[in-house]
C-alpha cells in the first residue's frame, strides 16, 4: 500500500461476550497477505483478549481499564497514531471495542487532527450473541441495541446454538430502531472477505456520534457506573477440577467472565463465560502464561469486591 493512502479502519462493536475476538482471531488466522494492525480494548483491568490474539499478530496494542469511547479515547488515538508510525506500516487497522463501548465515538476518533489525514473509516460490524441477547437485562438491550444502531453492518452471530425463534425476534427487535438494518446472520463471525472490508458503506443515513446517543465524552459519561470489573490472579497454576466447581457456582449477575490460566501439566486452560454458558478450554500446547489471570464483568453493586477472589482462590495450586 501506498505510504500517502489513508489505512482502512474496521471497527467491531458488540456486547460482553457476543463473539468480537472469535472474528478478530479469525481475520489474523488468513491475513489474505495484509499486514494488520489491531488495537484490543478490553474493560477491564486485564486484557485476556490481546493474550488470544498475541499468538496471531505481532501488530497489536492492547488498551485495558477503560473504554476507548469514552475515558481512554485519547490513548486510542495515540495507539492508531503508534500502529501508523510502525515501519512498515500496517495495511490496515482493527479495533475491537469493548463490549460496553459505543461504536460511533470510536468512529468519530478517527477525525482527529492527529489520525483525520492518514486513516479512514472502512466498516464497523456490530456482533449480536443470537442465543444470549434474549436474557440481557434492559440496559444491556438498550446499549446492544445502540451498538448496532452505530454499525454499518450487524453480524447476528452463534446462529448455531439460538433457535430460529430467538433469531427471528431478535431481527424484529432491531428492525424497529434501526429502519435500513443490514444484518448477516453467522457461526463465529464467519462471514466472506469481501462483506468485511473495502466495503464503502454508504452512511448518510447515520447520524454522527454525538447526534446518535447524546453520548457526552467526559463528566455526564462514564461506565464505571454502568458496569463493574473484578479481577483474579496468581502466580501458580490452577487446578481444573476446582476450577470447573467455582465455576458452577459463578454468581448469576456476573455478565461475562473470561480468563488465561496456568494449567498444572504445562499450557493454559481458557476460560470464557457469557450469561450462563461456561466454556473452560485446556490448551496443551499453548504456552505457559506469566501467570493465571481471570477478570469479570458485572453491574456495580450486585457482588462484594472479593468476590472472585474468594471463588477462584481456593483453584490456585502453587505459586
Ligand atoms: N457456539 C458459538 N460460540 C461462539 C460463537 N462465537 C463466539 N463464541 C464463543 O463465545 C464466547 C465469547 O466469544 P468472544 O469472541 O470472546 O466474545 P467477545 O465479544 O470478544 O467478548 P468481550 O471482548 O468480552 O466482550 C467464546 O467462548 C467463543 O468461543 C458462535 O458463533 N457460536
Redesign the pocket.
Same mark, same amino acid.
Given at each position: 500500500m501506498n505510504r500517502t493512502a489513508r489505512v482502512p479502519v474496521t471497527i467491531l462493536t458488540?456486547?460482553?461476550?457476543?463473539?468480537?475476538?472469535? #472474528?478478530?482471531?479469525r481475520i489474523l488466522a488468513d491475513p489474505q497477505g495484509m499486514r494488520i494492525g489491531v488495537l484490543v480494548n @478490553?474493560f477491564g483491568a486485564i486484557n485476556? @483478549?490481546a493474550d #488470544?490474539i498475541a499468538e496471531s499478530t505481532g501488530e497489536s496494542v492492547s488498551l485495558q481499564n477503560g473504554c476507548v469511547c469514552c475515558s481512554i479515547r485519547d490513548d486510542m488515538i495515540g495507539a492508531i497514531a503508534g500502529l501508523l508510525d510502525r515501519e512498515p506500516a500496517p495495511d490496515r487497522i482493527v479495533i475491537?471495542a469493548?463490549?460496553v463501548s459505543r461504536p460511533l465515538p470510536i468512529a468519530d476518533a478517527l477525525d482527529d487532527d492527529a489520525l483525520s489525514d492518514r486513516t479512514a473509516l472502512d466498516g464497523i460490524f456490530c456482533?449480536i @450473541?443470537g442465543?444470549g441477547f434474549g436474557s440481557l437485562d434492559f440496559a444491556a438491550t438498550e446499549l446492544a441495541i445502540e451498538q448496532a444502531a452505530g454499525s454499518d453492518v450487524v453480524l447476528l452471530?452463534?446462529?448455531?446454538?439460538a433457535s430460529e425463534a430467538a433469531l427471528a425476534a431478535i431481527e424484529a427487535t432491531l428492525a424497529g430502531p434501526i429502519p435500513r438494518l443490514r444484518l448477516i446472520r453467522?457461526?463465529?463471525?464467519d462471514l466472506p472477505r469481501a462483506l468485511l472490508f473495502d466495503t464503502a458503506f454508504d452512511r448518510t443515513d447515520r447520524p454522527s456520534g454525538h447526534a446518535a446517543h447524546h453520548h457526552d465524552h467526559g463528566a455526564h459519561h462514564d461506565h464505571d457506573h454502568e458496569f463493574s470489573t473484578w479481577s483474579w490472579s496468581h502466580e501458580g497454576t490452577v487446578d481444573m477440577s476446582r476450577l470447573r466447581s467455582a465455576m458452577r457456582r459463578l454468581p448469576h449477575d456476573v455478565l461475562?467472565v473470561?480468563g488465561i490460566l496456568r494449567a498444572p501439566m504445562g499450557g493454559r486452560i481458557v476460560l470464557?463465560g457469557?450469561g450462563k454458558?461456561i466454556?473452560i478450554t485446556p490448551e496443551a500446547d499453548a504456552a505457559l502464561p506469566a501467570r493465571s489471570s481471570v477478570v469479570a464483568?458485572g453491574r456495580p453493586g450486585t457482588l462484594e469486591e472479593n468476590w472472585l477472589s474468594d471463588l477462584l482462590g481456593p483453584c490456585g495450586v502453587d505459586a
Open positions: 458488540g456486547f460482553l461476550g457476543a463473539g468480537k475476538t472469535t #472474528l478478530l482471531q @478490553d485476556v @483478549d #488470544l475491537e469493548s463490549g456482533l @450473541d442465543e452471530n452463534k446462529t448455531d446454538i453467522t457461526i463465529e463471525g461475562r473470561k470464557q457469557v454458558r466454556r464483568i
